[in-house]
């Protein structure tokens, strides 16, 4: 009988879920960057073998919420925990553990499903620091297994998909062959140029931007697709970093989600970007509904003073 199941990829912010994600399904879905908090709202990534299929969910990053957003960001993680046949915590292994790891591994006690333990950044370590790793983090939990990888080269990959295969029920094919990912084409663009806003902005701007697709005109497709966005930010101080001395950085970032775009439609792309302040849009649900974030109940936590 084949084997087929869905496993959700939870951890810290930045420890490497979306290029996970990414590596084992053969395409890019989600998008990645040095920021913590890149992912927003639950990817799914579809991967098939000659003996099954493995429904990956890519989640956004366990932390500690200070706004609606990221209320939404970590429900939406947690929730897959119950929801899903295995679980794979993945831990940044060129970092130390610290009270975050620990916070993400008590929510995991409770978890009836097997879990394991994927030590990404492995390229980043010394081998002669991986073992003392290994022993210290099996005190987290009883895991199915643990797996050291490196999802930028690919390194452990494959023993990894393996484990998980394993793991999976019996059972035929969740969905057809052909079916990548859940990500509506509009989400996909929005989400590129989002990438390239990280790529390019330091400091607290990545976390207060959002993009939203205005326009998605597919009336000439095949030769030309026609995209209008909008780049949100939260201060009007912000607008100007964004646009750039004489329009450099939107028309950098424009340039580098156009060929991106370009190559994922496999068509020529039109892109219209434009840049608008909308104060707090983070705590605004409506906004929120609009660009997709799944809603929540809970309320964001006070920050510490």
């Not at 890019?28 to 098939?48: F, L, Y």
């Not at 990959?157 to 969905?175: F, K, N, S």
């Not at 697709?213 to 909008?230: A, G, I, K, N, P």
Request: glycine share 6%; proline share 6%.
């Amino acid at each position: 009988m084949p084997r087929s199941g869905y496993v959700s990829l939870v951890g810290r912010p930045n420890a490497g879920k979306s290029t996970l994600l990414n590596r084992i399904v053969g395409q890019k879905v989600a998008i990645v960057s040095d920021k913590p908090q890149t992912t927003r709202t639950r990817i799914v990534g579809v991967q098939n073998y000659p003996d099954g299929q493995i429904v990956f969910v890519d989640t956004p990053g366990i932390h500690r919420p200070l706004h609606r957003l990221n209320v939404r960001m970590v429900d939406a993680a947690v929730e897959t925990l119950r929801e899903v046949d295995v679980v794979v915590l993945v831990f940044d292994a060129s970092t130390r553990p610290g009270s975050g790891d620990a916070f993400v591994s008590r929510l995991l006690q409770d978890v009836k499903r097997p879990i394991v333990l994927v030590l990404n950044k492995i390229d980043l370590v010394a081998k002669a620091k991986l073992l003392p790793l290994i022993e210290q983090v099996q005190g987290w939990h009883d895991f199915a297994s643990i797996v050291p990888v490196s999802a930028e080269t690919g390194d452990g990959v494959e023993r990894l998909e393996q484990v998980l295969l394993d793991l999976m029920p019996e059972g035929a094919p969740i969905h057809d062959l052909d079916y990548l990912t859940d990500q509506p084409e509009r989400a996909i663009v929005a989400e590129t140029v989002r990438e390239k806003v990280l790529m390019h902005t330091r400091a607290e701007l990545p976390f207060s931007t959002a993009v939203i697709v205005d326009q998605f005109d597919e009336e000439s497709r095949e030769r030309l697709l026609r995209l209008y966005c909008t780049i949100f930010v939260e201060q009007n101080s912000q607008k100007p970093i964004v646009i750039g001395r004489g329009g450099e950085m939107i028309k950098r970032i424009g340039t580098e989600a156009r060929q991106d775009l370009e190559r994922f439609f496999g068509t020529k792309v039109f892109l219209d970007l434009r840049v608008k302040v909308n104060p707090d849009w983070r705590n605004d649900d409506r906004a929120l509904d609009d660009l997709g974030v799944p809603r929540t109940e809970r309320r964001p936590r006070k920050p510490r003073r």
